[in-house]
């Protein structure tokens, strides 16, 4: 087993089902608005009780069980969206986690949390739900500008988990590859010399989506230097 550079824990679990909301004169199906959960919450391998995913064509699925986010970008959005009320669960992240942040992410990282236990996959890439929760169709660029972008889990091993877990790395990819690269790597119009190298890199990570192999595999069939 890994040692953690520090304690991390898991502040709050967050669970919400599809719901109706009126979106620029429509009727929109989202699933971003989660709320605290007490107690043990049963983590399966496609989310947790509790929990839905309204488009499945974008959202949820096998390596997007579990959205993360961590506590220490709460301190940057209280700033950003002064009077703001931000309880856990504002960025519809199932597990609000402390001591962990994108930067110390890698794909492929495995965490024990309760008596489950998970991997790193993937970035999120904001959609325009994150808009309606925040009552603003400027939040989606104001988030992705931010880089604060949090992650998703896989299940490898179904158990319970709860507020209050810690969450212990046990495993890491031999080359690994950090969230932040995958997120550059996605909106950067140009590829230089060093951004090929590193997307190559990033095609040797096991945990990462197809999709995510697929869109960088286009993006260096087109690229010249």
């Known amino acids: 087993m890994m040692d953690n550079s520090g304690s991390i824990n898991l502040i709050s679990v967050n669970c919400g089902?599809?719901?109706?909301?009126?979106?620029?004169?429509?009727?929109?199906?989202?699933?971003?608005?989660?709320q605290p959960v007490e107690g043990r919450v049963a983590l399966r391998t496609l989310n947790l009780d509790g929990d839905r995913?309204?488009?499945?064509?974008?959202?949820?699925?096998?390596?997007?069980?579990?959205?993360?986010?961590?506590?220490?970008?709460y301190e940057y959005w209280k700033a950003e969206l002064p009077g703001r009320e931000l309880p856990s669960g504002s960025f519809g992240e199932n597990f609000?986690?402390?001591?962990?942040?994108?930067?110390?992410?890698?794909i492929g990282d495995r965490f024990a949390v309760g008596s489950a236990e998970v991997v790193v996959t993937q970035p999120r890439l904001p959609c325009y739900k994150l808009g309606i929760r925040f009552e603003s169709d400027e939040m989606v660029k104001r988030f992705l500008a931010s880089?604060?972008?949090?992650?998703?889990?896989?299940?490898?091993?179904?158990?319970?988990?709860?507020?209050?877990?810690?969450?212990?790395?046990?495993?890491?990819?031999?080359?690994s590859v950090p969230i932040p690269w995958?997120?550059?790597?996605?909106?950067?119009?140009?590829?230089?010399?060093?951004?090929?190298?590193?997307?190559?890199?990033?095609?040797?990570?096991?945990?990462?989506?197809?999709?995510?192999?697929?869109?960088?595999?286009?993006?260096?069939?087109?690229?010249?230097?």
Not at 53 to 73: F, M, N, R, T
Not at 216 to 225: P, Y
């Open 17 to 34: 089902m599809p719901r109706q909301v009126p979106w620029h004169g429509r009727s929109v199906t989202t699933s971003i608005y989660k």
């Open 182 to 225: 995958i997120t550059r790597l996605y909106v950067t119009k140009n590829y230089s010399r060093e951004d090929i190298a590193d997307v190559q890199r990033v095609l040797t990570a096991q945990a990462l989506p197809d999709s995510w192999k697929g869109y960088f595999h286009e993006r260096l069939a087109h690229v010249s230097v």
């Open 53 to 73: 995913q309204a488009d499945l064509s974008v959202h949820g699925g096998a390596a997007k069980a579990v959205y993360c986010y961590p506590l220490a970008h």
């Open 96 to 106: 609000t986690v402390d001591g962990l942040v994108d930067d110390s992410v890698h």
């Open 147 to 175: 880089r604060r972008m949090g992650f998703y889990l896989a299940v490898i091993r179904e158990g319970e988990v709860g507020a209050g877990d810690r969450i212990v790395l046990t495993g890491r990819e031999p080359i």
